[in-house]
């Protein structure tokens, strides 16, 4: 079946300008995540949906970033005012139930470059 | 931070030799997951293991876990070429948790 997808696949923009990303995640899942990665580093925690649950915003850098989830399904990550430092590998992730006992399936990556 | 730890940060080794990357953390955990990335940027699952056991093993990957040393280590044996990539480890504290990484361990396998 489809994995997890997102669109763009780049993205480069100019510093000021919104932008949006967008992840399919696989049919049925119940969990979606967003996470940031610059080059060569670790996975950064951005936000987390659960079901119907309100989602964990925890990880968001600053308020220029929101993300959402309509019907469950897909998600839209927004940043506005893009800023360099914002450039960045920025990955999705679903998993079919809860995030503290099920395998995550990830998208290719949004790569995000902010001139 | 809940941010865990993979040491260490790189590793070369010869083709044909294992290889041992491992992972601190430091709050108690429900499993501990370890995933693989390959020069890109998608993530692949590994292999999970929960936190009442202590070993599980993968074809080539063997995982240990211990709680009392908030540690577990991903052991790849007779490496190969396509081992080559960025091993991470993942935890949730708790089973409706958010899922955090470590940093990596990136991995070379040289020919």
């Known amino acids: 079946g489809a994995g997890v997808s997102q669109s763009p696949s780049n993205k480069v923009t100019e510093k000021g300008k919104d932008v949006e990303l967008r992840c399919d995640p696989i049919?049925?899942?119940?969990?979606l995540y967003w996470y940031r990665q610059s080059l060569g580093q670790g996975l950064e925690f951005l936000i987390y949906?659960?079901?119907?649950?309100?989602?964990?915003k925890s990880g968001l850098p600053s308020d220029r970033f929101s993300a959402e989830r309509t019907g469950g399904s897909v998600s839209t990550l927004t940043i506005q005012r893009t800023q360099q430092e914002d450039s960045a590998v920025y990955l999705c992730?679903?998993?079919?139930?809860?995030?503290?006992?099920?395998?995550?399936?990830f998208g290719p990556g949004t790569r995000l470059t902010v001139l | 931070s809940q941010q865990g730890e993979e040491d260490p940060q790189a590793l070369s080794i010869q083709e044909g030799e294992n290889a041992t990357m491992n992972c601190s953390y430091k709050?108690?955990?429900?499993?501990l997951q370890w995933y693989r990335q390959n020069s890109g940027r998608g993530l692949v699952h590994l292999i999970l293991?929960?936190?009442?056991?202590r070993e599980k093993h993968s074809g080539r990957l063997r995982v240990t876990l211990d709680t009392s040393k908030k540690s577990s280590s991903l052991l790849i044996t007779a490496s190969r070429a396509a081992d080559t990539a960025s091993y991470f480890c993942a935890f949730a504290m708790n089973r409706d948790d958010k899922i955090i990484f470590g940093k990596g361990t990136r991995l070379h396998i040289l020919p």
């Open positions: 992730a679903s998993s079919e139930g809860l995030a503290g006992t099920d395998t995550q399936y």
């Open positions: 049919s049925g899942h119940t969990a």
């Open positions: 293991i929960r936190s009442n056991e």
């Open positions: 949906f659960q079901g119907n649950s309100a989602p964990d």
């Open positions: 709050t108690s955990i429900n499993n």
